[in-house]
């Protein structure tokens, strides 16, 4: 049996199987980008060889447990592989597609922390147990990026504080999508000193109060971006009230694709944060300008809304990039775009941008159907 480097084929056998059996993984011709899919019932683990050269690699399980490698991945220990796996070009890794313990999960972000990583995606993927704590002397990998989409953990909301265990305070940009939970138990997670973005789009169940659960006060101290599209938002101040509550001081947030509408009357006044300079508003179904917005802006995205006239002066803030395209007012036909994209045989830039949600959507469920059936 051969000694592997890549850090994934540590915790998998090499399998002996048929030549018939169809070729899993595939590598382009400059050696940059590696695609396995482990469909096969006796899939050749061994293919994955071909991706030790690559930049970017992405696996997927077939939507099979891995938990007959438990015990064949106990003894395994990255550390003698740990000149091999610094060498390696890889510096993007999507796993997907797998029900997947919590400790072989560890296992590979202890040998990824050897590695030069820089971005990890998880799509797809059942976690199963609890994550065990890494040991002091072995920090899991230094990354910038991190993106989890249709992930679920078996301990809920707590799945962040465990997983942040084990990766180094670098991360960048945390994307959560699909989630099973964000309500996170503040008290076990650490700060994250350099995330800059954080997008936790496409989670429709989220919603305002779900908001003031995950954004941990003192937790984001350098945050930027916030991007909240289709994550089930009702009204612009009560996502200033979940922005105050955390503390949290964005340059820009998204609130596109959100179902708005004008704060109720008697709503108590909200300030933003101060730092806040560019707000998207488009694709939110706004009828009228809402109330309580920051009174100064740079940018501020109302495109693609049901505006029946121009927005009077005194219900904008102080604004020096506003975008008010592909609202009734100004196209009559802009509304029967938006509810209808295919009604005419030229499709609006207000159109396609609410096709392209709608297909990466239905697109990342039907994934994940696939990937478990």
């Given at each position: 049996?051969v ?8 915790l998998?056998?090499?399998l ?7 070729e ?8 940059v980008?590696?695609?396995c899919n482990f ?8 293919s994955a ?5 690559a930049?970017?690699?992405e ?5 099979r447990s891995l938990?007959?490698?438990l ?8 550390k003698q592989?740990?000149?091999m796996?610094?060498?390696?070009r ?5 796993v997907g597609a797998?029900?997947v313990p919590?400790?072989i999960?560890a296992?590979v972000?202890?040998?990824?922390g050897f ?7 998880l799509?797809?993927l059942?976690?199963?147990?609890q994550?065990?704590?890494p040991?002091?002397e072995?920090?899991?990998p230094?990354l910038?990026?991190l993106r989890?989409?249709?992930?679920s ?8 504080g465990?997983l ?6 670098s991360?960048k ?8 939970s964000?309500a ?6 650490r700060a994250?000193?350099?995330l800059t973005?954080?997008d ?8 305002e109060?779900?908001l003031?659960a ?9 945050l930027e ?6 994550a089930?938002?009702e009204?612009?101040s009560?996502?200033?009230?979940a922005?105050a509550?955390?503390?949290v001081?964005?340059h ?6 959100n179902?708005?509408?004008?704060t109720?009357?008697g709503a108590r006044?909200c300030v933003w944060p101060a730092a806040?300079?560019?707000?998207n508003?488009?694709?939110a179904e ?10 100064k802006?740079?940018?501020?995205d ?8 121009a927005?009077?002066p005194?219900e904008l803030?102080?604004v020096d990039?506003?975008?008010?395209e592909g609202?009734?007012y100004?196209?009559p036909e802009a509304l ?14 207000c159109?396609r941008?609410a096709l392209?949600?709608?297909?990466s ?6 994934q994940?159907?696939?990937?478990f059936?």
């Amino acid at each position: 049996m051969v000694r592997l480097p890549c850090p994934l084929l540590l915790l998998l056998p090499l399998l002996r199987v048929s030549a018939a059996t169809p070729e899993p993984c595939q590598i382009d011709d400059e050696d940059v980008r590696c695609v396995c899919n482990f469909t096969h019932p006796q899939p050749d683990w061994s293919s994955a060889l071909q991706c030790v050269a690559a930049v970017e690699v992405e696996i997927r399980g077939g939507g099979r447990s891995l938990e007959e490698f438990l015990l064949k991945s106990a003894s395994a220990n990255p550390k003698q592989y740990a000149d091999m796996l610094k060498a390696l070009r890889l510096r993007r890794l999507t796993v997907g597609a797998a029900r997947v313990p919590a400790q072989i999960l560890a296992l590979v972000l202890h040998a990824l922390g050897f590695s030069r990583l820089k971005e990890l995606t998880l799509e797809d993927l059942e976690v199963t147990g609890q994550v065990p704590p890494p040991l002091q002397e072995t920090p899991g990998p230094a990354l910038t990026t991190l993106r989890l989409r249709n992930v679920s953990w078996a301990t809920g909301g707590a799945w962040l504080g465990e997983l942040q265990q084990w990766l180094q305070p670098s991360l960048k940009v945390l994307k959560v999508a699909q989630a099973s939970s964000l309500a996170f138990p503040c008290a076990q997670l650490r700060a994250f000193p350099a995330l800059t973005t954080l997008d936790l789009s496409d989670n429709p169940g989220l919603g305002e109060r779900g908001l003031t659960a995950a954004l941990c006060p003192r937790k984001f101290p350098a945050l930027e971006d916030l991007a909240l599209r289709n994550a089930g938002m009702e009204t612009p101040s009560g996502v200033c009230a979940a922005l105050a509550g955390a503390g949290v001081q964005p340059h820009r947030l998204d609130l596109s694709h959100n179902s708005l509408r004008a704060t109720a009357a008697g709503a108590r006044e909200c300030v933003w944060p101060a730092a806040l300079s560019s707000l998207n508003l488009s694709f939110a179904e706004l009828e009228q300008v809402p109330k309580g917005l920051p009174p100064k802006l740079t940018v501020l995205d109302l495109s693609c809304n049901k505006l029946n006239r121009a927005p009077r002066p005194e219900e904008l803030p102080a604004v020096d990039d506003l975008t008010l395209e592909g609202n009734p007012y100004m196209d009559p036909e802009a509304l029967q775009h938006q509810e209808d994209p295919m009604a005419s045989g030229v499709v609006p830039p207000c159109a396609r941008s609410a096709l392209t949600m709608g297909v990466s959507g239905t697109l990342a469920l039907l994934q994940g159907a696939w990937g478990f059936a």
